[in-house]
């Protein structure tokens, strides 16, 4: 599958072949512009001017999959990830528009911590392996999982990308949608029946620039559809982090 399956918002970078965005007053809720591809960027624009900036940005992802089968995934230490779950992220980012430090929690649907992954002065932690690596410091990104990175490719092999205004939960909303029909069915371990096409809907606060909801289905051979994943998402920006977090970090150093 494609690439929005990365396990961080705050880890998808902005340089994903969208046109150049002019950010418009941001007093200003955005419309939607000539084309979907414009209108994306100015989303993304947005969402890293309202969140992209210095301090603590806390992402929350409510994760949910229909697939034929149990498990989401298996982290390294053998542990199964359910269908269900939830991903916890804390960054902090500097004036250059750089994540220095970042705490993942990856809950199951009670809360419990699954996997904790930590990365603070160019160097990460994971739980599950116990291992430390060096990593380069990292952009802040779209806030927008690797949706806007796609669009292009999903243009390019012939996906039909439109958009709409909508509402979710009673607020106004911008809809990035994509309807991709493959030329012939195939299979995929997801599910026993052949899959012949897939839909993204990607919804937008209008007025932070944020994804706050990503709703991808595959459409089977049978003509049924599945909801291969959805996740909710929530932004807060300026925020100061728990002990939880101050905890994680302590794996690094002080």
Known sequence: MCGLLALTLAA???????????EPDPNMELGLA???????????????????????????????????????????DGRPV???????????????????????????????????????????????TQKRENQTEMPAGAFDHGFGASVGEYQRVGAKVTQATG??????????????????????????EAVAGETIKAIYDPNGGQLRQLVWRMRLADGSERAYGVWDIALEAHVSPPDEVLEALKVLGP
Not at 167 to 192: M, R
């Open 167 to 192: 509402t979710l939960s009673g607020t106004a909303t911008i809809e990035i949608l994509v309807d991709y029909a493959f030329d012939q069915p195939a299979k995929y371990e997801d599910y026993t």
């Open 34 to 76: 000539d084309t979907p591809l414009i209108t994306l960027g100015q989303l993304q624009a947005r969402a890293i001017l309202t969140y992209g900036q210095n301090g603590w940005v806390h992402i929350t992802e409510t994760v949910s999959h229909d697939l034929d089968r149990e498990l989401f995934s298996t982290l390294p």
């Open 12 to 22: 998808c970078e902005v340089n994903n072949g969208l046109p150049p965005a002019t």
């Open 82 to 128: 359910p269908l269900n779950h939830v991903l916890e992220t804390w960054a902090n980012i500097t004036g250059a528009q750089v994540v220095t430090q970042r705490v993942i929690f990856l809950r199951d649907g009670a809360g419990q911590v699954l996997q904790t992954s930590v990365l603070s002065r160019g160097v990460t932690w994971n739980s599950s």
